[in-house]
């Protein structure tokens, strides 16, 4: 019979090795030498990956939608979103405010009221740019996406892979991937 002081210790032991056997949510790594000047202007929404419920149940109705990136008056970026919505063409801006080294900003949700944290894992600034973006919207709620930023509507098949690559290595299943069909509503060219 184990007495009361090896009891707590085998448990104690089975703790310990129960956390080092649970694997840590993967990092997004960030940009080295983020250059905020090269990352604004013009992009397109055109892949994401999310395991939010809510993404899963919507992501066959999802389009493409653009996004331009603007300073803001007090500092970090506008982020001014246009998708097709119920066959109408919606915007919305997001602040992302500087929240640690550069390429990482913090903005809060307009529909859940929440804080979320956004960083730029890596970009060319000229073709593509993958995004990470984390938060709580309640207990047991976590949001966590990954998003494809392309230059132009019609990413390269490279650019498609490498962002299934990276969305894998956060932990994100094929089905928690999509890439955004194309639409002609709300894509206008000019930024």
Same mark, same amino acid.
């Given at each position: 019979?184990?007495?009361?002081?090896r009891l707590w210790m085998a448990l104690l032991l089975l703790g310990v090795l129960g956390v080092l056997q649970t694997p840590?949510?993967?990092?997004?790594?960030?940009?080295?030498?983020?250059?905020?000047?090269?990352? !604004?202007?013009?992009?397109?929404?055109? +892949?994401?990956? %999310?395991?939010? *419920?809510?993404?899963?149940?919507?992501?066959?109705?999802? $389009?493409?939608?653009?996004?331009?990136?603007?300073?803001?008056?007090?500092?970090?970026?506008?982020?001014?979103?246009?998708?097709?919505?119920?066959?109408?063409?919606?915007?919305?801006?997001?602040? !992302?405010?500087?929240?640690?080294?550069? +390429?990482?900003? %913090?903005?809060? *949700?307009?529909?859940?009221?929440?804080?979320?944290?956004? $960083?730029?894992?890596?970009?060319?600034?000229?073709?593509?740019?993958?995004?990470?973006?984390?938060?709580?919207?309640?207990?047991?709620?976590?949001?966590?996406?990954?998003?494809l930023y392309s230059r132009s509507q019609n990413p390269r098949a490279e650019v498609k892979e490498h962002f299934t690559t990276?969305?894998?290595?956060?932990?994100?299943?094929?089905?928690?991937?999509?890439?955004?069909?194309?639409?002609?509503?709300?894509?206008e060219e000019h930024p």
């Amino acid at each position: 019979m184990a007495t009361p002081n090896r009891l707590w210790m085998a448990l104690l032991l089975l703790g310990v090795l129960g956390v080092l056997q649970t694997p840590a949510p993967a990092q997004a790594a960030l940009q080295p030498n983020f250059e905020e000047d090269k990352f !604004l202007g013009r992009w397109f929404t055109s +892949g994401l990956a %999310s395991n939010s *419920s809510w993404f899963l149940e919507k992501k066959k109705v999802l $389009s493409m939608c653009k996004s331009v990136v603007a300073p803001a008056a007090d500092g970090g970026l506008n982020l001014t979103s246009t998708f097709l919505r119920k066959d109408q063409c919606e915007t919305r801006t997001l602040l !992302l405010r500087p929240a640690g080294p550069p +390429g990482c900003y %913090s903005y809060t *949700s307009p529909h859940w009221s929440s804080t979320h944290e956004v $960083s730029v894992a890596e970009t060319d600034y000229e073709t593509y740019a993958l995004l990470y973006t984390e938060g709580v919207r309640g207990p047991g709620q976590d949001f966590r996406m990954a998003t494809l930023y392309s230059r132009s509507q019609n990413p390269r098949a490279e650019v498609k892979e490498h962002f299934t690559t990276f969305a894998k290595s956060l932990g994100f299943t094929e089905e928690g991937i999509v890439f955004l069909p194309k639409t002609d509503k709300c894509m206008e060219e000019h930024p």
